[in-house]
């Protein structure tokens, strides 16, 4: 007959994705290692609290189901209709989080690395940044309506003479 314990974290072995799982009221007996139920990776911490479902084919065989809720592990949000990622320890250090149709990601950095990337917005895309560096596109980037840089438009401005290099007109 399956079994579902409450223990707490004894130890993590990072690589191979499981843990040993110590349970106080089986006067401290500490379980060989068992794998985590999941298909990402977020291991959890020495003395974590975690449900773990032990199989009928012996006490030594399980699987670790997770952290439950509850007073050292609270939700940081709730209500209906929200799905929510956190990605660090830290409740909304990096996370992602979708409600109502917005989806919200927030991260110190992010890193896409695509073969070919496409952004697509029915009205309206707005940047907020601060270039600290220059930007290397590395290979072609389009507009199909116009870019503007410096408050110069890419596409109506003009130059003062035909010669190469020669300034571009003040207004446009």
Sequence with gaps: METVRFGKIS???????TVRVVYHEKDD????????????YMMPEVDDAVLVLHLSNGAE???????PWGDENKPPEGSQGLWRK????EAGKGMLRYKGGTL?????????????LTVKAETTITENTTMK????VGQTLTATTDCIGGGKS????????????SPTSPTN
Aim: net charge negative; aromatic share 2%.
């Design 154 to 165: 890419l596409k109506s401005h003009t130059h003062t003479s035909a010669a190469p290099g």
């Design 86 to 89: 956190d990605l660090d320890r």
């Design 29 to 40: 007996c500490v379980t060989s290692e068992i794998p985590l139920l999941s298909s990402e």
């Design 104 to 116: 919200t990601i927030k991260m110190n950095k992010v890193v896409l690395e695509a073969k070919e």
């Design 61 to 67: 065989v399980g699987v670790v189901l997770g952290r």
């Design 133 to 136: 560096k220059d930007a290397n």
């Design 11 to 17: 130890s993590v072995n990072y690589e191979a994705g």
